[in-house]
């Protein structure tokens, strides 16, 4: 793993809560791949979230929200939106941009046949075929690696001549990687791949309001990220707005609201017109 660089890093962190995931018996998705991708650095990015968040760490009153949590919910909340949109709109591609760990090809019982486009560093992909490589998709899935720099210039060459065609419905997924982004690198990336897409094509993404840069509560969390050198560098409070400026009509939830909650989100979920809270958002666009 010594190839990664610090925001490639925190895949081994989401396979460690993902491994975590699975061993509970009341889990919200099994992922039976993770624990062989977690290796050292990621059990060691596990411990310090897990000390960060505990509730002795909070100020008097206040209650660190819990990444556990939440990374279960967000695995959940993306597994069922990718396998309806793919049952119901028939996308025949589904592109995961910084794809990191994840198994997705290998673990999700995909309903139709997808050509199955996984972006990320080259030692990433590496790496995780060096563990995974003998596995067999499931059937029906074509996985294509795509090694690229997603903030270079030719990411989108790179992944047009692995065979993606901007001209047919395509499913994209931005999971866990925004907030690690500046606000104009934000902006580049989705640009970027709304200009790839075609109308009625989805994306789907997570994002941090940008109150939480600076939530007290929140404190402990980001200095583990900044401390490894991948600090959060933007949110969005309306990130309705921030997608439509780029052609995609969004909507949001927040982890505990209906749709996003499954019976583990233990914090108050505020209303949207309640300003100055910290907020996390998962979104589900479509390229008009």
Request: charged share 25%.
């Amino acid at each position: 793993m010594a190839r990664f660089d610090a925001i490639a890093r925190t895949s081994l962190l989401t396979a460690a809560l993902r491994a975590k995931e699975t061993e509970r018996p009341d889990r919200l998705y099994e992922d039976p791949f993770a624990a062989r991708l977690v290796g050292a650095i990621g059990g060691d990015l596990l411990g310090q979230v897990a000390e960060a968040t505990r509730p002795h760490r909070a100020e008097p009153g206040q209650k660190v929200p819990s990444t556990f949590d939440f990374n279960a919910i967000r695995t959940r909340y993306f597994d069922d939106l990718l396998l309806t949109q793919v049952k119901d709109n028939a996308y025949p591609q589904v592109v995961m941009v910084a794809a990191g760990m994840d198994t997705r090809a290998f673990r999700l019982p995909w309903p139709r046949p997808v050509e199955f486009f996984e972006l990320d560093r080259p030692g990433v992909l590496e790496a995780k075929e060096s563990v995974l490589g003998d596995e067999p998709v499931h059937p029906g899935v074509t996985r294509r690696l795509v090694g690229v720099d997603l903030l270079g210039p030719d990411w989108t060459d790179a992944l047009l001549a692995a065979g993606y065609r901007p001209d047919a419905p395509s499913l994209w997924l931005l999971e866990g990687l925004l907030y690690y982004l500046t606000e104009d690198q934000t902006r580049q990336l989705v640009s970027r791949v709304a200009d790839l897409i075609a109308p009625g094509s989805r994306i789907a993404a997570d994002l941090v309001s940008a109150t939480t840069l600076t939530a007290p509560a929140v404190v402990p969390l980001l200095e583990v990220f900044e401390r490894l050198g991948c600090p959060w560098l933007s949110g969005h409070n309306e990130p309705e707005a921030l997608f439509t400026e780029y052609g995609i009509e969004a909507e949001v939830v927040q982890p505990g609201e209906e749709a996003a909650h499954y019976g583990r989100w233990a914090d108050p979920v505020h209303p949207r017109h309640v300003p100055d809270v910290e907020r996390v958002f998962l979104v589900n666009g479509v390229r008009k």
